[in-house]
């Protein structure tokens, strides 16, 4: 394992590109604008990046639209798309260590699990599409004799697809591999807190062979370069993943502009249900405890509403706050570390906000409830566990996005699944049981994208991902990605 040493020198050395990337080529804003990309860990600057206007997005969208009709992507047979992609994702493994700490320095989650979980992740969802992409076929339809009907796949042309700055390179991959695979054209645009990796794999994509103008990244503001993209004209579908108010927002821009598809991975607030049949309580609590602490709780699916059957609450309630305390949070390049810093000042102070209100409110602290300093710096939360919460408080309601775990106590099954659905997002659930009835029952009743049994958060690019309610819809991940970066055809032969 690399030390904090080896992490430090390679970010001494590291080149943060500060340019957009159009029609293959390093792009600075027409105004010459930038932002700031800060640190969490150190408080500093780490790059001004061009801040894209409607020109510069105009000129990616421009270069994505000749790219797509030119054909030198969306007419290559698939094979060949999938050499061009497998080569990226040979690329991304080999740049592992320079991914990884571009985002962990960006946006505070530990090196390691961006070496380890996020980059490999990410080169996997992009072989994976590279894969499938030769291996589907279309359809002819059952029609009289006479007629020949097939129904055909197509790419849509060009997607814009908007992604957020917990998984920077992971949620750009899973846009990514599936639109590209399918033939489409692409303007990227990462969060203005962690545009590098975005960066450079579209550097790494031109290396590996891809046509100029068939992945473009623009780098910006929401408000500016986001909306730029909502607004346009010329662009097929968005694919977003971030908050559901800014997925309104893109409905909205949609409904202004062209009609363009919208393809939303919006907020969540996953419910994770302990029932008393449970045999495992040490494995349910390890699991809790991961599934709000991993990646700082910066994770939209992350369990952050637990339901605990009132047999076995306090008990559990013990072993959970054990397992919490396990999580200290660390310097995000200390090898070591499995909780980092939030990705802001702004952020950190909005999430402590949820802890006083709920302190306020009456709510109790059952661990943690503070932040903390580490080298000088106050980027850090301790994992918290509220308890003696109501319904309507917002530490139950409102989706927080750190290391806040809220807890209620249920008294039977049917109490459990009230609870867990009434809820404005319908993203992911978990339960625990040992009753394999129950575990088919509980899961039908429940509405979420997908349902863990006996584990939290179950992801893998095999099955879909997304979720329902104001959780959006559309799915990430698996076969049924293509359904949103292609368009059905019907072609009806009268045969003579
Ligand atoms: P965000 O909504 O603030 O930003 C997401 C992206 O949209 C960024 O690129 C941002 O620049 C852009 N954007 C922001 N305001 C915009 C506007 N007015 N118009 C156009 N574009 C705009 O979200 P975030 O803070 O980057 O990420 C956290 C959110 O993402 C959480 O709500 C989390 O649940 C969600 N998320 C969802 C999933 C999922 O798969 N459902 C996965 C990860 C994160």
Same mark, same amino acid.
């Given at each position: ?164 700055? /917990? ?48 992945? /473009? ?77 991993? /990646? ?63 302190? /306020? ?136």
């Amino acid at each position: 394992m690399s030390d904090r040493t080896f992490w430090e020198n390679k970010l001494g050395h590291q080149h943060f590109i500060g340019h957009a990337i159009i029609d293959g080529q390093p792009y600075i804003a027409a105004d010459k604008q930038v932002f700031s990309v800060v640190n969490p860990a150190t408080d500093r600057i780490l790059a001004e990046v061009t801040a894209c206007q409607s020109e510069d997005v105009d000129a990616a969208v421009k270069s994505a639209r000749k790219a797509f009709n030119a054909g030198t992507w969306s007419g290559l047979a698939p094979q060949d798309r999938k050499t061009v992609l497998l080569r990226l994702s040979q690329l991304i493994l080999e740049h592992r260590e320079e991914l990884a700490l571009l985002d962990s320095v960006s946006m505070g989650k530990p090196v390691n699990d961006a070496l380890n979980i996020d980059v490999p992740g990410a080169a996997h969802v992009i072989a994976w599409y590279a894969e499938s992409i030769d291996k589907i076929y279309d359809e002819i339809a059952p029609t009289r004799k006479g007629v020949l009907a097939t129904i055909t796949r197509e790419a849509l042309g060009v997607i814009a697809a908007i992604v957020p700055w /917990n998984f920077p390179l992971d949620i750009a991959a899973w846009k990514l591999g599936p639109a590209l695979a399918a033939g489409n054209s692409v303007v990227l645009k990462p969060s203005e807190n962690a545009p590098f990796s975005a960066l450079r794999l579209a550097e790494l994509a031109l290396e590996a062979g891809m046509p100029a103008g068939v992945l /473009n990244v623009v780098t910006g503001l929401g408000t500016e370069t986001g909306a730029a993209l909502g607004l346009h004209d010329d662009i097929d579908a968005i694919t977003f993943t971030g908050s559901t108010a800014v997925g309104k927002a893109f409905m909205q821009y949609s409904a202004q502009s062209n009609l363009k598809q919208v393809w939303l991975e919006c907020g969540g607030k996953s419910a994770n249900i302990i029932f008393s049949d449970c045999q495992d309580l040490d494995l349910a609590a390890e699991k809790a405890a991961f599934g709000i602490c991993f /990646n700082q709780g910066e994770v939209c699916s992350a369990n952050s509403r637990l339901l605990v059957e009132r047999p076995i609450y306090p008990r559990f309630i013990d072993k959970l706050i054990q397992k919490l305390n396990q999580w200290r949070p660390t310097h995000p390049l200390d090898p070591e570390a499995r909780m980092g810093a939030m990705v802001s000042a702004a952020h950190k102070q909005k999430v402590m906000g949820f802890i006083q209100e709920a302190r /306020n409110a009456g709510a109790a602290i059952l661990t943690g409830g503070s932040d903390l300093e580490i080298e000088g710096i106050a980027s850090y939360i301790q994992p918290t566990l509220i308890g003696d919460l109501q319904e309507d408080m917002p530490a139950w309601k409102d989706e927080i996005f750190g290391p806040v775990l809220a807890v209620r106590v249920f008294d039977d099954e049917a109490e459990a699944i009230e609870l867990a659905n009434n809820h404005i997002y319908a993203l992911a659930a978990s339960i625990w049981t040992d009753d394999l009835n129950r575990s088919h029952r509980v899961a039908r009743l429940l509405n979420a994208g997908t349902v863990s049994v006996n584990t939290v958060d179950a992801l893998d690019v095999t099955v879909p991902f997304g979720g329902n309610k104001q959780s959006g819809f559309g799915r990430d991940l698996s076969l049924h990605a293509f359904d949103k970066f292609t368009k059905l055809k019907t072609t009806w032969i009268e045969l003579s």
